[in-house]
Structure formats: structure tokens, C-alpha cells
């Protein structure tokens, strides 16, 4: 009889945490497997390197839900790249008005006001899990008393969110347009 | 059968199959009630609104709650796995979830093995994901709107979040370039619904139509009218018209439903759907040729 070991499929995150030293990749990688994030000790590219020569592969459409594990659990990095790609999250945003309400539209996420009375009308665009929850706390709430999604949600499409409430913010700070 | 399945925001809910039932502004499946908003919701509720037209089975839903975290996604992808083969579902529709690479390439190698391979269409992250891992070509129907067709046509991003600038400040006018970048670059699949104000159907690169009526701008702000668009679809694929033939009335009906719905952008997406039954009465029969239905899903065409 010959005895087959199942493959484990490879981990394929698309992102990667750099550190300065070692020891703090090592110690990024227990905290996030502390809390089932799916990651994984590697030896970035040479294009990509800055400090140490370990870094972590994560799920980068998770990149902002770590971020802030980081920061309550005060761990150091360096930064958080693409594997692949500029390396940039985008932050230009694009404006629309209608009659009475403004939709300001930050990469794949819309987010539209009522100019009279700053309260959130719609939300749309997007496709990760934590974005029908972030509709439902931001709809039908004024802009400056919304929940932040970025303290909230776990995703890129929460953080793109995010980058469009921040933009609606600015606009009714300025008188709405 | 259809299948729809993703992620709901509703925490803690078990992963759940079954038949759903429209109840307004909710959907009801099984005791559970799901609000009837933007993402899966929307998708399943579209679908069910035209299904239950055109008096054919409803969809089959798999849902589980999952608030960005991944324990939902991750329990729907192994279910999925698993399962399809004996699911076998006539049309697969993969919707909001968290993208897993390495998740989504083995659930494409399950459907690979089912004894006949279903339509299969994505949409939202699943349509995110299926592009990141290089399995685009697999899939049958992608509903992206025009930051996503950036995204599709953009070689290095696995997420919209990190699209070339060049690509999101891209004018809509040049959407067909966009959409022969992705083609390029095998990110597209068979067919494509480019969601915009103009709204492209595509079918291997080839733009064959174009949809601009009724023109109502309000609808890209209402969150989910994208979703109930792909939920269109795949219910009128499911009734076995031809696949751009389901993207057309689908993207006309949606819009029809809009101003019907004398849609503002405060509208709600349920809004929107409530009009569906009134839209197909008025418009289906001289939209698609499907003018009389019988029970048990058949369509006759006239």
C-alpha cells in the first residue's frame, strides 16, 4: 500500500508585511495566527525588501483589520506592500452632484449625503463581507456622527469606504459642495 | 437548479441552505429574517422576483454571517468545495465573501468535476478573487461597473483598493478600452456586464450591445442596485435565454425599475426590486420574446 500525503494548498495572500527586524515579523506572525488570520513567514523579493530579510504574507484585502490589531497590540512594521503592482493604495476620489445629495466615489466604494442636512442616503459598491454590515451603520446617520469604517471593518473595501466618508466629511464641512 | 450563495451581516448566523420567500423588505429563509439590503441580499432578491414571474423554481440559498472577519467566507468556500459536485446546480452565482485565493482556485477544480458544469457568474469579491488568482476565463458572466472593469483590466491589482490611478481616473468613454485590456490579459470572463451609464454587454471581447435607457444617474448611488443587476442575470439565464440575451433585459429592466421607482439617491434597493413584477409585465414580452408562461418551468416563446 503506498501512502499518499495530502497536499496543503499553497497560501496565496498577495501581501506582505515588512519589518525592521526579525524578531518583529516573528512576533507579527504569532499575534495574527492568535487570531486566525491565515499568514505566513517569508523571504521578500529583492524589489521589495526594507529592513530585515523576513517578512509575513497576508491576505492583503485583510491589510486594514491587521493594521489595527497592530496598533492595539503595539507591534512594529515597516510598512504593508502588494506583491504585485505600484504599491499604492489609491487616494484620489471622484465627486457627483445631484439635485440635493453629493456622491463621492473613493475606489470601488460610493458614499452619497444630503447637502441640506449631512446625513448619510446610500452607500454602494464594494463586495467584501464587512460592507452590507458598514451599510447598515452608516445609512440614515449624520456624517459627523457616523461610525468610522476604518475602525470598524476589516477590508480594503472598508477602507476605501472609509477614504469616501472622510471626503463627504470634508465637503459638508465646507458648506456641503 | 440555481444556486446563490455569500455572505450575509447578520453575525453568527450558521452557515444555512435552503429556499428563500420575499416579505417586503426582508427575506425570510427558513426563521431567519435577512434585511433586504445591499450585497447577497439583493442579489437573491432580484432573482427570487423573477423567478417567481416567470414561475419557475426559486433559487436555492447558501448564506452564512460574516462581518468582514472571514470565519463565514471561509465555511462557505469549504461547504462549496465540497459539495458542488452533488449540488449540481444548473447556474452558480458567487457574491460577497472574503477573497481567498487559494480557496476560490480549489472550489473552481470542484466545478471542474461536476458531471455537468454549471453557468457560472461572479460578482463582488468572488468576481475579485476569481480575477487575483488568474481563474477569470473559468467563469461565464462577470457584472463589474467601471472602477471594477479597472480592475479587471489592470495586470498587477487583486483588489480594486490598489488599481493603477491611470486606470480609476480613466473617463467612461473609454470603458471599451478597458474592457479589451482585460480580455488581453485573460481577466474577464466569457461574457461581461459593464454596469455604468452606458452599460456594455460583451461577449469574448466583442462589445455586441449597449444599453442607455431610461437614463437614471440616481441608481449608481443606491447601494445594492448592482447586486439586484447580477441577480437579473442569472435568473434569466437560468430560464435558458441565451447569456447576453439575459444580460440586456436584465440591465434594461433594472433601469425600467428605477424610474418606475422615481428613484432619488435616498431610495432603498428594495425600492427598486418591489417594481421588478411591474417592469416584466410591461416590458418582457417585447424585450425578450417571453410572452406567455406556464408552470413548471417552462417559457414559451412567441
Known sequence: MIFRRKKK???????LLLFEKVEEAIRAEKVLKGKNYAVKLVAPPPTLRKGCDLAVEINLVEQMGIERLFRQKDVAYLEVVPLKGGGEVLEIVKVTNFKEATMVKAGNMKLTFDRNT????????GGCPDIPYLHAQLIDKKLTEAPRPKEIGFTLCALMMDRALVECMELWRKGGI | MMLISGTVPIK???LTIGEVRLEEEFLGLNDIKIPCTQGTAALISAALAATEYLKLDPPQVLVVGDNG????????????IKNIPDLLPDVLVLHYCLPIMDLMRKLVESVERCFKKPIMIADAASMYVAKAAGLATKFDIFTPD?????FL???DATHPAYINKHLFDTDVTRTPELVDAAYQLKGAAKLLLVKGTIDYVVRDGEIIDTITEPDIPELEAIGGTGDTITGLVAAFAYAELELHEAAIIAARANRMAGKFAQ?????KVWQIISQFPDVFKEYLCEWSGVCYVEDNRSVSIT
Not at chain 2, 263 to 267: E, N, Q
Open chain 1, 118 to 125: 449631512g446625513i448619510i442616503l446610500n452607500a454602494s459598491g
Open chain 2, 263 to 267: 428613484a432619488t439617491p435616498g431610495t
Open chain 2, 146 to 150: 467601471a472602477t471594477e472593469i479597472a
Open chain 2, 12 to 14: 453568527g448566523l450558521p
Open chain 1, 9 to 15: 494548498p499553497p497560501f496565496e495572500g498577495g501581501g
Open chain 2, 153 to 155: 483590466a489592470d495586470p
Open chain 2, 69 to 80: 472577519e472571514g470565519r463565514g467566507s471561509r465555511l462557505l468556500y469549504e461547504y462549496l
